[in-house]
């Protein structure tokens, strides 16, 4: 039996005026799933992200969250407890503590004594920044702040993330402890939404990929899938030997697809074959006496099927 998505959109659409910022989308994430959300500046990913909070109105088309549908006539306050919602801009309050600051959500949670104690607690550890409960949230770094946002969006135990950009001016060491607390609470059965235009992170992080453009979905798959489908293999060859006659030999095989110069010495090749057929072409290029000192295998990045699948502009 097919598993009921814990969200699904049926033909939802944005309208802003004449302009179309979310055009027809039919969306699937399932329980447990991180799901990346990529495309470029204005493609529509804030607004489709509002639209699931509830924070904007669609214009036309359905949500589903855990199989109920939205209604924009009512309240539905159960379906809103399941989302925790972090926006790309969310204001902090910089001359509270990082205790005080998630001790006054958890009130308005309506979270009471030992248990709203535990429970900060427990955000605290998840989000790694136990060691800064009492803080104030100014002295705070860029990573650390957003993690405290993150720490807030979590309070109410939501089962669906739904993260704008959240490591957008982050550096490298923010970005990877932002990454293993989005792993932690995968591992806690959260399932997550998260929009970013850092594409490595996304690689690391998702299991599935939406792809965005001029406000349609135009690619929504397990990120295997995307791989195995759209990302084609090359093979880096470096020789001692004039690389263009390497090259001849090499073009010679119906497996090698394309194959260019990517500097002196070294050649760059699109190749449709298996791994025993790349390994067969690197002993036969030995055996005809060519001088190889490195043969590498990559694969396409998540980077390159953007912009395979991706190619016009928004913005
Ligand atoms: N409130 C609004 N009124 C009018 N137009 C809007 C409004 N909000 C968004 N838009 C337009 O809708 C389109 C989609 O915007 P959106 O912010 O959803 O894109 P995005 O993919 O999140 O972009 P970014 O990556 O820059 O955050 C853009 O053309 C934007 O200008």
């Not at 804030?46 to 949500?63: N, P, V």
């Not at 309050?93 to 607690?121: C, H």
């Amino acid at each position: 039996m097919k598993q009921t998505p814990a969200v699904k959109t049926q033909n939802l659409t944005k309208r802003f005026g004449r302009h179309m910022a979310v055009n027809d989308v039919d969306l699937e994430i399932y329980s447990g799933q991180v799901y990346g959300l990529i495309g470029p500046n204005g493609a529509g990913k804030t607004t489709l992200i509002r639209m699931l909070t509830t924070a904007e109105d669609a214009s036309s088309g359905e949500i589903y969250i855990g199989g109920e549908k939205l209604r924009s006539d009512r309240p539905q306050p159960h379906i809103k407890r399941q989302l925790g919602y972090l926006p790309d801009d969310y204001p902090l309050y910089d001359d509270l503590s990082v205790w005080d600051y998630l001790d006054y959500f958890a009130r308005l949670y309506d979270l009471r004594g030992r248990q709203r104690q535990r429970r900060l607690q427990e955000v605290l550890e998840l989000v790694n920044l136990e060691h800064k409960r009492r803080s104030r949230i100014t002295s705070l770094s860029r990573g650390m702040k957003q993690r405290l946002g993150l720490a807030r969006t979590i309070l109410h135990n939501p089962t669906l993330l739904l993260l704008d950009e959240p490591v957008s001016g982050l550096d490298p060491i923010a970005r990877q402890q932002f990454r293993e607390v989005i792993k932690t609470l995968q591992s806690v059965g959260m399932t997550i939404l998260i929009s970013s235009h850092v594409l490595s992170d996304l690689a690391e992080l998702c299991t599935a990929i939406g792809i965005m453009e001029l406000g349609f979905l135009v690619e929504s798959a397990p990120l295997e899938e995307l791989y195995q489908r759209l990302s084609r293999q090359q093979i880096w060859i470096s020789t001692q030997d004039d690389s263009q006659q390497v090259a001849a030999w090499l073009s010679q095989s119906a497996k090698v697809e394309g194959i260019e110069q990517a500097r002196a010495g070294v050649l760059k090749m699109q190749f449709s074959g298996s791994q025993a057929e790349a390994a067969a072409l690197l002993r036969s290029l030995v055996q005809s006496g060519f001088s190889v000192y490195d043969f590498r295998c990559v694969q396409d990045s998540l980077e390159d099927i953007f912009f395979k699948v991706g190619h016009q502009q928004s913005s």
